[in-house]
């Protein structure tokens, strides 16, 4: 029996068809970043209204991470075991110093970080308010649902951003831990009392609903932030991509709420 010769490395027999290379050019072309989203905070600054929109933005951010603070802070109050309490402690520790990284960024481009905030403040705390958790498990869930739309969502954009503004976006939306530590203390939660489930699910769709009806409505009270999403400004979104961006955070959403055990 004949053994295969073995192909040199050096010198495919075969060449990768025309066809293919095009189309791994095409997406490697896709994916490099252009226009605003390729350049440095210098550069792209000097767009008024692009500077503006980022400054919404980091305003946005800052007081989601503030609120956040204070919410697994009392959420540590509900925990069940010391062991739990020390836990969020730590995450919400995590979150304050996100928080001071966007209001040190703030002032750098010379911007009040209260200032940045304040038109934020009344749409989260709406939603705090409408969306308080009665118990423990729904605290959990809100935390994990909540916060992972309001990263899908940021996630989405910073995609548009300059590069530098970009880096701090995702440094600050890195995972605290909150979700693995809300996975596993939901999941036990049902496979020790499997009718809580039903529960939980009804309550994550309604922060659902809510979560995305602040966004929505933050973004439209926000002239050059809703301008830079629908395309106004250089590397925005265009109103189909929007669409598309929230049918993205719906379908991560599902995904989270089965690594939960809950139907979505």
């Known amino acids: 029996m004949e053994t295969p010769e073995t192909p040199d490395p050096a010198h495919p027999t075969e060449p990768e068809p025309a066809s293919a290379a095009a189309e791994r050019a095409?997406?490697?072309?896709?994916a490099a970043p252009t226009g605003i989203a390729a350049q440095d905070w210098a550069t792209a600054?000097?767009?008024?209204?692009?500077?503006?929109?980022?400054?919404?933005?980091?305003?946005?951010?800052?007081?989601?991470?503030?609120?956040a603070f204070e919410r697994l802070a009392e959420d540590a109050k509900l925990a069940p075991t010391l062991a739990d309490k020390a836990a969020l402690a730590k995450m919400a520790a995590a979150e304050?110093?996100?928080?001071?990284?966007l209001n040190e960024r703030l002032r750098a481009v010379d911007a009040e970080p209260t200032e940045?905030?304040?038109?934020?403040?009344?749409?989260?705390?709406?939603f705090h308010q409408l969306t308080a958790p009665s118990d423990w498990l729904e605290g959990l869930v809100k935390a994990y649902v909540g916060d992972s739309i309001a990263s899908d969502f940021y996630r989405e954009v910073a995609a548009r951003l300059d590069t530098d503004t970009r880096a701090l976006v995702l440094?600050?939306?890195?995972?605290?831990?909150h979700g693995n530590f809300?996975?596993?203390?939901?999941?036990?939660?049902?496979e020790a009392e499997p009718r809580v489930g039903g529960r939980l699910a009804l309550w994550a769709r309604r922060l659902m609903g809510e979560a995305l009806s602040q966004a929505q409505r933050v973004v439209a009270d926000r002239d050059a932030l809703s301008t830079m999403l629908?395309?106004?400004?250089?590397?925005?979104?265009?109103?189909?991509?929007?669409?598309?961006?929230?049918?993205?955070?719906?379908?991560?959403?599902?995904?989270?709420?089965?690594?939960?055990?809950?139907?979505?």
Do not use: C, N
């Not at 095409?26 to 896709?30: L, P, T």
């Not at 940045?116 to 709406?126: I, N, R, S």
């Not at 991560?252 to 809950?262: F, I, S, V, W, Y």
């Open 26 to 30: 095409e997406a490697a072309e896709e």
């Open 171 to 177: 440094a600050v939306l890195d995972d605290t831990g």
């Open 116 to 126: 940045a905030m304040e038109p934020f403040a009344k749409a989260l705390d709406d």
């Open 182 to 190: 809300a996975v596993e203390k939901v999941r036990a939660a049902i």
């Open 45 to 67: 600054s000097a767009e008024p209204q692009y500077r503006a929109a980022v400054v919404d933005l980091l305003g946005a951010l800052a007081y989601g991470e503030l609120a």
């Open 96 to 101: 304050f110093h996100h928080f001071e990284q």
């Open 230 to 264: 629908v395309g106004g400004v250089a590397g925005g979104f265009d109103l189909a991509e929007v669409g598309r961006m929230f049918s993205r955070i719906t379908e991560a959403h599902t995904k989270r709420m089965a690594a939960l055990g809950l139907a979505a």
